[in-house]
């Protein structure tokens, strides 16, 4: 359960941190991405997969508890 | 010696790690990479922060360097307190140039050492009664400090000492901020530890303390200049470019830095973060908590320089877009004299570099507004997003190490020759008696600043009197020169 630091950068995408792993990546897709529901399955750009229990559209930058669900190497 | 293609420089790294035990071999391995533009990311090719192996002669710090050393030390109106023996702060004191202006001793105090010098008795009995009547002391001998802070030394952390307490304690005595640092050097794998821990203990004890108290008069041109630690007068440097383009600098982290600019930085409008390393953390927090947006930037070198001011100035409106064009313009006849007179003496030159965290990187473009080419750099307590950003730096097929052995790095330069090294003071003399020319990089080599257009002028004669200094032709003894260049001299 690794805290993630969310946040967008300029072109409007997600970026998801984690400080404690120095991973510093792009988030391809978010399961669910609309004003009130904002959560679900996000998929990352080197192909890890996290989950983060669905919430109402949050305020970026903001630092959320996600599961790992796909380390994206095996 | 012409450049190494990327076999060669594979060849080499396996040559260097042939003299490792099994386990260590393989350990080293992972640390040593071919530099390769067309990855995205760099823990495909190499890892970093990791413990390092013992009985390598690794050339790192600890966290208590990390926090006293880099990020608090600099902090010049505050009282740092070494908490331990002594050694730890003596050893250490006043050797990072860090520049500032005040009155030493009396309301600035960053050369000084102050430590709570424990003992055996200490050790058994417990150090919190004795820091207790430090912060009483320093308040009447210093009554002129802005604030102290404890930075932990090992045996704090083991004997399991309460300063957090204390600290609460002290700061109800004095009515200043007292800040517990747990940066015991034992901490992490190298100083990059106590650089967070450090970042922690500002956001924790000092950034708030103004939230809600609107008296400072902002602007809409506010900024603060993160990650400068002001070496050789460093931020001085970087400072004029930006009040010059129009914008305020509110603070400076933490180069001839005062805790109320810290205090004062939630009210700023964009973060600069130069050493990104070490003040990332921070950054990040201020963006979370106050939404206030970060960049990073590089002034080391002309172009680098144009780049950043530009991509500073993109933050604002045109007045300040217009400004940096004007700050480039106003230098260029200055920048480009120094090239113009630099640029053939070094023109080709190869330099390899093994720095902390951000100028293994960031000084790549100074050196190739030079004409210089870097063929080999490293980072001592780097992370996977310092190389991220390192890969695109670099050339194709040049070395990456990082946490370099005193022995690779030793076979390295023998093998790749290069004609500079940029490293810190314990590598100095090795190359030095080795025969190859050496600048100090941490500490700019008692020179500076070598920031912003001025530093760079400074930074070309240093490489300059550096490489064509005559001496290096005198390394060898007349006896052991061989016939042949011999008869070059009986020629000439």
């Given at each position: 359960?690794?805290?993630?630091?969310?946040?967008?950068?300029?072109?409007?995408?997600?970026?998801?941190?984690v400080?404690?792993?120095?991973?510093?990546?792009?988030?391809?897709?978010?399961?669910?991405?609309?004003?009130?529901?904002?959560?679900?399955?996000?998929?990352?750009?080197?192909?890890?997969?996290?989950?983060?229990?669905?919430?109402?559209?949050?305020?970026?930058?903001?630092?959320?508890?996600?599961?790992?669900?796909?380390?994206?190497?095996d | 010696?012409?450049?190494?293609?990327?076999?060669?420089?594979?060849?080499?790294i396996?040559?260097?790690?042939?003299?490792?035990?099994?386990?260590?071999?393989?350990?080293?391995?992972?640390?040593?990479?071919?530099?390769?533009?067309?990855?995205?990311?760099?823990?495909?090719?190499?890892?970093?922060?990791?413990?390092?192996?013992?009985?390598?002669?690794?050339?790192?710090?600890?966290?208590?360097?990390?926090?006293?050393?880099?990020?608090?030390?600099?902090?010049k109106?505050?009282?740092?307190?070494?908490?331990?023996?002594?050694?730890?702060?003596?050893?250490?004191?006043?050797?990072?140039?860090?520049?500032?202006?005040?009155?030493?001793?009396?309301?600035?105090?960053?050369?000084?050492?102050?430590?709570?010098?424990?003992?055996?008795?200490?050790?058994?009995?417990?150090?919190?009664?004795?820091?207790?009547?430090?912060?009483?002391?320093?308040?009447?001998?210093?009554?002129?400090?802005?604030?102290?802070?404890?930075?932990?030394?090992?045996?704090?952390?083991?004997?399991?000492?309460?300063?957090?307490?204390?600290?609460?304690?002290?700061?109800?005595?004095?009515?200043?901020?007292?800040?517990?640092?747990?940066?015991?050097?034992?901490?992490?794998?190298?100083?990059?530890?106590?650089?967070?821990?450090?970042?922690d203990?500002?956001?924790?004890?000092?950034?708030?303390?103004?939230?809600?108290?609107?008296?400072?008069?902002?602007?809409?041109?506010?900024?603060?200049?993160?990650?400068?630690?002001?070496?050789?007068?460093?931020?001085?440097?970087?400072?004029?470019?930006?009040?010059?383009?129009g914008?305020?600098?509110?603070?400076?982290?933490?180069?001839?830095?005062?805790?109320?600019?810290?205090?004062?930085?939630?009210?700023?409008?964009?973060?600069?973060?130069?050493?990104?390393?070490?003040?990332?953390?921070?950054?990040?927090?201020?963006?979370?908590?106050?939404?206030?947006?970060?960049?990073?930037?590089?002034?080391?070198?002309?172009?680098?320089?144009?780049?950043?001011?530009?991509?500073i100035?993109?933050?604002?409106?045109?007045?300040?877009k217009?400004?940096?064009?004007?700050?480039?313009?106003?230098?260029?006849?200055?920048?480009?004299?120094?090239?113009a007179?630099?640029?053939?003496?070094?023109?080709?030159?190869?330099?390899?570099?093994?720095?902390?965290?951000?100028?293994?990187r960031?000084?790549?473009?100074?050196?190739?507004?030079?004409?210089?080419?870097?063929?080999?750099?490293?980072?001592?307590?780097?992370?996977?997003?310092?190389?991220?950003?390192?890969i695109?730096?670099?050339?194709?097929?040049?070395?990456?190490?990082?946490d370099?052995?005193?022995?690779?790095?030793?076979?390295?330069?023998?093998?790749?020759?290069?004609?500079?090294v940029?490293?810190?003071?314990?590598?100095?003399?090795?190359f030095?008696?080795?025969?190859v020319?050496?600048?100090?990089?941490?500490?700019?080599?008692?020179?500076?600043?070598?920031?912003?257009?001025?530093?760079?002028?400074?930074?070309?004669?240093?490489?300059?009197?550096?490489?064509?200094?005559?001496?290096?032709?005198?390394?060898?003894?007349?006896?052991?020169?061989?016939?042949?260049?011999?008869?070059?001299?009986?020629?000439?």
């Amino acid at each position: 359960m690794p805290s993630v630091m969310l946040k967008k950068n300029p072109e409007g995408k997600l970026v998801f941190y984690v400080p404690k792993k120095d991973l510093e990546e792009v988030a391809e897709s978010v399961e669910f991405d609309t004003a009130d529901k904002w959560g679900g399955e996000v998929l990352l750009a080197d192909g890890s997969k996290y989950y983060f229990e669905p919430i109402a559209m949050p305020d970026f930058p903001i630092t959320l508890r996600a599961k790992r669900l796909d380390s994206g190497e095996d | 010696m012409a450049a190494l293609t990327r076999e060669e420089t594979e060849a080499l790294i396996q040559e260097v790690l042939e003299i490792y035990p099994e386990q260590a071999k393989k350990d080293r391995a992972k640390h040593l990479a071919v530099n390769d533009q067309s990855l995205e990311k760099s823990n495909k090719c190499i890892t970093s922060n990791r413990k390092s192996l013992p009985g390598v002669m690794t050339i790192r710090g600890c966290a208590y360097a990390g926090s006293k050393g880099v990020v608090w030390g600099p902090i010049k109106d505050m009282i740092h307190i070494s908490h331990g023996p002594v050694g730890c702060g003596q050893y250490s004191r006043a050797g990072r140039r860090n520049y500032y202006v005040g009155t030493t001793g009396v309301n600035t105090f960053g050369t000084m050492n102050f430590t709570s010098d424990f003992t055996e008795k200490d050790i058994v009995f417990g150090g919190d009664k004795k820091l207790a009547k430090i912060i009483t002391e320093i308040e009447g001998l210093f009554p002129l400090h802005k604030g102290i802070s404890i930075q932990s030394e090992c045996p704090i952390g083991l004997i399991g000492d309460d300063i957090e307490a204390v600290a609460k304690k002290g700061n109800k005595e004095i009515n200043k901020p007292v800040v517990p640092v747990r940066c015991e050097g034992f901490r992490g794998v190298s100083q990059s530890l106590g650089h967070h821990i450090a970042n922690d203990a500002i956001r924790d004890w000092v950034l708030g303390n103004r939230d809600g108290d609107d008296s400072f008069p902002t602007t809409p041109y506010d900024v603060a200049v993160i990650g400068d630690y002001n070496i050789g007068g460093d931020a001085w440097a970087s400072r004029t470019l930006l009040e010059e383009m129009g914008l305020r600098v509110v603070a400076q982290w933490s180069g001839d830095g005062t805790i109320a600019e810290i205090e004062n930085t939630p009210k700023v409008k964009l973060n600069l973060i130069h050493c990104y390393r070490s003040m990332n953390y921070i950054a990040r927090h201020m963006e979370e908590k106050y939404k206030i947006p970060w960049i990073e930037y590089n002034f080391f070198g002309p172009t680098k320089i144009a780049e950043s001011l530009r991509r500073i100035a993109s933050h604002f409106d045109d007045t300040i877009k217009e400004g940096a064009e004007r700050v480039i313009k106003r230098y260029e006849a200055e920048y480009e004299a120094v090239i113009a007179k630099y640029k053939p003496r070094l023109e080709g030159k190869r330099v390899m570099l093994y720095i902390g965290g951000l100028r293994p990187r960031h000084v790549i473009g100074a050196y190739e507004d030079l004409g210089m080419e870097v063929v080999g750099t490293g980072y001592e307590f780097g992370h996977n997003d310092d190389y991220d950003r390192t890969i695109k730096e670099m050339g194709n097929a040049t070395l990456l190490y990082d946490d370099v052995t005193g022995y690779e790095f030793e076979e390295f330069v023998k093998k790749v020759q290069p004609d500079l090294v940029g490293s810190g003071v314990k590598e100095k003399y090795i190359f030095q008696k080795m025969g190859v020319p050496f600048r100090q990089m941490h500490s700019w080599d008692y020179s500076g600043p070598y920031h912003g257009y001025d530093g760079f002028a400074i930074f070309a004669r240093d490489m300059d009197m550096t490489i064509n200094n005559p001496c290096w032709k005198q390394v060898k003894a007349p006896w052991k020169t061989d016939a042949s260049s011999e008869a070059v001299k009986v020629a000439a």
